[in-house]
């Protein structure tokens, strides 16, 4: 799958957890009103879009954490390269 499309899938899936449309890949979770716990859907959203397990642990996610650094460190993570460094 490319990058492009799991970071849209992943601005999709937020924006049905938060219960509105999100536009800004550049927005943090913490504009975007999500808290601890939004947690576990998002959790279950980005396996379901990134394929398996995702280790959270690994990840750097707070309230200044943007859409796209959290996408760049799933796809990281999961063998993928971030849009921009292949």
Do not use: K, W
């Amino acid at each position: 799958m490319l990058q492009d499309e799991q970071l849209s899938r992943l601005m999709h899936a937020l924006s049905e957890i938060v219960g509105f449309r999100i536009d800004d890949r550049n927005a943090s979770l913490g504009d975007l009103g999500v808290d601890s716990r939004y947690l576990p859907e998002i959790i279950l959203a980005c396996e379901d879009i990134y394929g398996g397990a995702v280790d959270f642990d690994a990840i750097e996610i707070g309230y200044e954490t943007s859409l796209l650094s959290l996408h760049n460190q799933i796809s990281t993570r999961s063998g993928g390269q971030p849009p921009g460094t292949s």
